[in-house]
């Protein structure tokens, strides 16, 4: 079992078998359909939100959005197609971002915010702190986009990332986590 950010997409690899030859069964992904049990709760449909793509061989990866990972606690899967076995093997451990090695951080808004640099409320006293370090955005119109920290400005709480910066302006309130320092 693996861990999972809470209220953070994460992605799941599932095999799915052939109820008639026990063995991994491709071209299902348009008919699984993804169940979720959080911290031991009623199992939910969540296939409507979830990303499924076809790895070959039985092999699913599937997207699953922020919102089934949510509550804190064992998440548990259920994945079942009329032609598969059902897969009850899946499960992970949602815990809070707060406690974890990565620094978690916000944008924050500002006219001078760009793709590639905006203000945050990052709080260190020395400039460049972060270079080097990774930023990945958590949510927001740029979610799981990651890119290399080139400069930190501690007067201003302004991060600069690598060219061309991120797919648009992250917007104010956009959480994003730092890794590598």
Known sequence: MFEVFQSVATTIMVHMRSVYTDRGLAGESASLTIFASKAGAAFADITSGCTITDRSNGWYSVLVPSSATDT???????????????????AVKVVDKAGSLFTIGTVVSDGSNAANSFKTNLAQTDDDFWKDCFLTLIDGDCAEQT????????????????????????????KFYLVNK
């Open 147 to 174: 890119k290399r920290v080139t400069a930190f400005d501690a007067t201003t709480d302004f991060i600069e990332v690598a060219s061309p910066g991120f797919t648009a302006i992250p917007a104010a309130g956009v």
């Open 72 to 90: 804190l606690g064992i998440l548990q899967f259920r994945i079942t197609s009329t032609n598969c076995h059902p897969n009850d093997d899946v």
